[in-house]
């Protein structure tokens, strides 16, 4: 069972400041996806990467796979309190047709104004 | 934007009764996976169904069934509620072409959120 640790688990920061949220894993995934999801939503796709070493960026958000392939991170610069919300990892495996995927277990982020 | 609707909204049960949840994918998406969210966890891949067939499964007990329609809708079954089955199960579609493994977006509905009394 491949497992998705994300840390910290919850994490309330003022307007303006960086953070860093990780994902974890003992496994090799064939690909790492980052979602926001706000309540009562479905996730919303925000990156995904697959190289490892791979870094890409979405506006103030900075997003890199370790090289190995087991680890993620998510960088946000100045947050800013719409940066709010519960953000999911999820690592996928690949199989016969789409991946079938793993998520984290999740940071609860707050951007206090 | 997403296109996924999952109905219904909210749902109340009681243990031992059975439910199903619909889902209509995303226009020109002919894959759907379920998912079970427990309050302050993470989504936990439930199976995928491709072409009206169960395309991969994760560990849930057989209780937990899928169908998957003509249309690429698909409906999701759970006999014998227990009150741990209580949570957000989400709908997501995806384009998937033949047997090539890839990592097409996933474009999840709202959810449905189940308790179970």
């Known amino acids: 069972t491949q497992l998705l640790e994300q840390s910290p688990q919850f994490l309330s920061i003022q307007e303006g400041e960086n953070l860093t949220v990780y994902c974890n894993s003992s496994?090799?995934?064939?690909?790492l996806q980052w979602y926001r999801q706000e309540p009562g939503e479905g996730p919303v796709l925000l990156v995904t990467v697959v190289t490892g070493g791979e870094v890409k960026k979405l506006k103030r958000l900075t997003f890199q796979f370790g090289d190995a392939r087991k680890d993620s991170s998510l960088h946000i610069t100045a947050a800013q309190p719409g940066d709010t919300g519960l953000y999911l990892c999820?690592?996928?495996?690949?199989?016969?047709?789409?991946?079938?995927?793993?998520f984290g277990t999740g940071t609860r982020l707050t951007i206090i104004p | 934007e997403t296109g996924v609707t999952q109905s219904p909204t909210h749902l109340i049960k009681t243990r031992g009764q059975q439910v199903t949840l619909r889902c209509s994918s995303q226009?020109?998406?002919?894959?759907v996976s379920w998912y079970q969210q427990a309050l302050g966890q993470g989504p936990q891949f439930i199976f995928q169904?491709?072409?009206?067939?169960?395309?991969g499964r994760g560990n849930f007990p057989p209780r937990f069934s899928g169908l998957q329609f003509p249309n690429y809708s698909s409906e999701l079954n759970v006999n014998a509620l227990e009150l741990d089955d209580s949570a957000l199960y989400l709908c997501?579609?995806?384009?998937?072409?033949?047997?090539?493994?890839?990592?097409?977006?996933?474009?999840f509905g709202s959810g449905t959120q189940l308790s179970v009394l």
């Open positions: 169904y491709y072409r009206e067939e169960e395309n």
């Open positions: 997501a579609s995806s384009r998937q072409e033949g047997t090539r493994t890839t990592n097409e977006k996933l474009f």
């Open positions: 496994s090799v995934f064939s690909s």
């Open positions: 999820a690592g996928g495996i690949s199989n016969f047709g789409n991946e079938k995927l793993t």
């Open positions: 226009s020109g998406h002919n894959t």
